[in-house]
């Protein structure tokens, strides 16, 4: 490493490298391509930012292609790195990160992430040009303005928050930023890093590394560092803020909490609660923030993580928890679990098991009642910690090395699990004893009804043959719709993504009661509507 590089290190009081680190930065130093898995609080951004400062120090001119003026009179830069992030707050980061790591040397600089209140500035920043440019990579960013930034001269690309920026519809973005003026990948190196890495990311991601490309994964891939002491609490919805009041008077006085919500309102009214009950700076710090704080950010000091709304999805809690316990220190997380979370109850349950956490009785009754009716999602989409190149190996369940194109799995605990079922099978019977005497939409699964079937004032007659269905929601099981006199199928009867499926046999709908009327007649509901065909 550059001696520079080395004394800025120094200065940051790092002491010795991260695994991820440890491995990225010779990896990029040689000028190979790389698809970094680690944990989050891993250290990812230093293992980028590192070999990037040390080339262009090296190599001096020789890294940086002169400028050139337009024919409109602009002068053109040509930056030798350009770093992609999702959020305009983790770009900020990475900007701050390498001035801190090019202090006192002849590197710029410089950050693009749009916006009404310092865009010009941002702009007027890039007419100086630089070395290092951090951006997110939105519509009105990108191309960049003519005249100003060209990428002809990039020979370092990084995408952090990769699956992120994937997921985030930035997809269309990125390729075009690559295909416009930067060189091809056989002439550039391009990393990516993430806390997670999904096989469909994978294949994607292929599109913009070299084919021999390293891939790294350390630890286990998708899941939580054991640093972090979790705990998962089953409340109601309205004992929430009693439950964090009651966590919050237990802090030391130095010890930062960071709490998590779903939604802005919530986040305002949560901080405004807290402010009448005088938490206040200097006293209990606490921070109330959105999803927006939960991936990348590294904020400092924070010794407990409160999910106050539980996420939707799995990888999201673990980027959330892993603002705290970050480097090698220990934190806390705790989270409310109530009703509506039940869906995550299967994950999160095994992602404790997998960190030798207890998971408590009430969240492995869920995820036993969830597996037994095919709820939750599957665990292969959750991990990412396999390399997914034909002929490239996985190192096993228990991590190892596979040099036929370079995979390292840095694990001594199995980083993939898989749990496997056959394909839905409907019973000629329902469980409640109604006989599927039902036929199915073609397009959203709804049940229709045999012609001349007479509705009572709830919708439908529970003494009929007709069982009607419904797609499922996101939220509560099947049998947890209130009743309404319903006549209710079996889960084994349930599609991945709602309706049923008829199978062979069923019998046909038979001839309409006596006195019944018809379609055409259309009887009142009690909401004064009729069937509509």
Same mark, same amino acid.
């Given at each position: ?445 709804? *049940?229709?009804?045999? $012609? /001349?079937?007479?509705?009572?004032? !709830? #919708? @439908?007659? =529970?003494?009929?043959?007709? +069982? &009607? ?23 084994? *009867?349930?599609?991945? $993504? /709602?309706?049923?499926?008829?199978? !062979? #046999? @069923?019998? =046909?709908?038979?001839?309409? +009661? &006596? ?19």
């Amino acid at each position: 490493m550059h001696e520079w590089v080395q004394q800025n290190v120094d200065k940051s009081g790092y002491k010795k490298p991260t695994p991820v680190q440890k491995y990225s930065i010779p990896t990029l130093l040689g000028n190979r391509d790389l698809m970094s898995c680690a944990q989050t609080g891993s250290g990812k951004t230093a293992a980028f930012l590192l070999p990037i400062i040390h080339h262009i120090l090296v190599n001096g001119p020789e890294a940086i292609r002169p400028s050139s003026m337009s024919n409109s009179g602009r002068r053109t830069f040509y930056p030798a790195a350009l770093v992609l992030a999702p959020t305009r707050e983790l770009a900020i980061q990475i900007h701050k990160e390498a001035a801190k790591f090019s202090y006192r040397t002849n590197i710029i600089t410089a950050i693009l992430y749009g916006g009404r209140e310092n865009y010009r500035e941002q702009i007027n920043r890039l007419r100086g040009g630089c070395h290092i440019l951090i951006a997110t990579p939105g519509k009105k960013l990108f191309p960049f303005s003519p005249g100003y930034i060209g990428l002809a001269g990039c020979r370092y690309l990084v995408l952090d928050e990769a699956d992120r920026m994937l997921d985030m519809g930035f997809e269309p973005q990125i390729r075009k930023i690559v295909s416009q003026g930067m060189p091809p990948k056989s002439e550039r190196t391009t990393a990516m890093f993430s806390a997670t890495f999904p096989k469909q990311i994978q294949t994607l991601a292929q599109d913009f590394l070299k084919p021999n490309y390293v891939f790294l994964a350390v630890g286990r891939v998708g899941s939580t560092s054991e640093n972090i002491d979790q705990q998962v609490l089953l409340v109601e919805e309205f004992d929430k803020r009693k439950m964090l009041m009651n966590i919050l008077s237990r802090e030391e006085n130095d010890s930062l909490v960071l709490v998590f919500v779903e939604t802005k309102r919530g986040a305002n009214e949560l901080a405004y609660a807290l402010q009448r009950q005088q938490i206040k700076n200097g006293t209990n710090p606490v921070l109330v923030a959105t999803a927006v704080a939960a991936r990348g950010l590294d904020i400092p000091n924070v010794r407990h993580v409160v999910n106050y709304d539980l996420p939707g999805d799995i990888d999201e809690y673990v980027h959330r928890i892993g603002r705290t316990g970050r480097c090698g220190n220990t934190g806390r997380a705790t989270s409310f679990f109530t009703e509506k979370n039940r869906a995550l109850a299967r994950d999160l349950s095994q992602l404790l098991s997998e960190a030798n956490k207890e998971v408590p009785d009430f969240l492995l009754r869920m995820a036993a009642e969830g597996r037994s009716q095919g709820n939750g999602r599957s665990v292969n989409r959750r991990f990412g910690g396999s390399d997914q190149r034909r002929g490239g190996g996985t190192g096993g369940n228990r991590g190892g090395f596979t040099y036929v194109h370079c995979t390292f799995h840095l694990s001594s605990r199995p980083s993939r699990w898989c749990f496997c079922s056959g394909p839905p099978v409907v019973p000629p019977a329902m469980q409640n004893g109604f006989t599927p005497n039902f036929t199915v939409g073609a397009m959203n699964g709804f *049940a229709q009804p045999p $012609r /001349g079937y007479p509705p009572q004032q !709830n #919708g @439908f007659s =529970p003494q009929s043959r007709f +069982p &009607p269905s419904f797609p499922r929601g996101a939220g509560a099981p099947f049998n947890s719709v209130p009743p309404v006199g319903f006549g209710q199928p079996g889960f084994s *009867a349930m599609m991945a $993504r /709602g309706g049923f499926q008829p199978a !062979n #046999g @069923f019998v =046909p709908p038979g001839p309409p +009661p &006596p006195g019944a009327p018809s379609f055409q007649q259309q009887p009142p509901f009690a909401n004064g509507r009729g069937f509509e065909l």
